[in-house]
């Protein structure tokens, strides 16, 4: 085996019940659910096992739940196998989750300032004028030009760069509505308006991430144990002191992850494990190198899997 990467999921990989079997069945996943539903002084446990969906769907409750649940994952994963990787990564919100695996953020100051973070994020543009688009097929400069060509004086941008043929757009409505049309007659198989409360990582977030500046103001961030590979940069970053500067760009800018991907397969990365609810960000990695090893650990079946192959791989 290379090297290994944690790799944290972001936003869309919510469902009603997720964290509930790890809870059941592991003392340190009950023990954050407790500190989260103490930090946030509400029972996000509940809206994690029993919904109801549209609550949990909500962006400021969507993002703290996702990350609880991760660092949930995690806490059975060290506990019982006790291995650090050499990298960690995160999509979006997933890089706040990445962060507290590293030890640079506490998870009662990471699962609040998620909180806020999707807070300003749906406070930025008012319901309805903003949204969101995924566009299948297509190439980076094929994308970047129809964002060219349907913006009409309105904000449009890529949003995502997720995988080959798979680039998320953001911006004002009507914009989106035009690069989908575009998309289309360019010959993109898919497009799909995505179902998001807001515009996310477009230059429409500026307002958040002013807000989320000032929040994470008085947050103190500690040395990290290993570098976390940013959204802005797709480049490891290991400084305690540039940490939060990379949480407020990622805000308004691209989440570079098929870039990221690509770097921690460069650096030697061969085995990503996918840690919180669903396999979304396995399946991208799959699709940007179908070679490397993937795992996932979001409840006791995913996490014996693992365990299993671990132990026959390190016997002692």
Known sequence: MGKIA??????????????????H??????????????????????????????????TANTQPAILTVSIAALRVLENHLGFTPDYG???????????????ALSFSNGVRAVQKRGQFMQEAVPEGKGGMAAILGLSRTEVEEICKRAAEGKVI????????????VSGEIKAIERAVTLAKEKGSPRTVILAVSAPFHCSLMEPAAKKLARYL????????SYPVVTNVEARPNH????????????????????????????????TFIEIGP??????????????VTLFNVEDTESFKKLEKVWKEMNPN
Not at 26 to 55: H, M, N, V
Not at 94 to 102: C, D, F, R, V
Not at 217 to 224: C, E, K, R, T
């Open 25 to 58: 069945n592991f003392k340190e996943a009950r023990e954050i659910f407790a500190a989260a539903d103490e930090a946030l002084g509400f029972k996000l446990s509940s809206l994690c096992f029993e919904g109801p969906e549209k609550e949990l769907n909500l």
């Open 239 to 270: 400084q305690a002191d540039r940490v939060k500067e990379l949480l407020i760009k990622q805000v308004t800018s691209p989440v570079l992850w098929e870039d990221s991907v690509l770097a921690m397969i460069a650096m030697g990365v061969d």
């Open 6 to 23: 944690f790799i944290f999921p972001g936003q869309g990989s919510q469902f009603v019940g997720m964290g509930k079997d790890l809870c």
């Open 217 to 224: 103001a008085d947050i103190p961030v500690n040395s990290l």
């Open 157 to 168: 941008t890529p949003a995502n760069f997720n995988c080959p043929g798979q680039i998320v």
């Open 278 to 291: 669903g396999r979304v960000l396995s399946g991208l990695v799959k699709r940007i190198n179908k070679a």
């Open 89 to 103: 990564a995160g999509h979006s919100l997933g890089e706040y989750s990445a962060l507290i695996a590293a030890g």
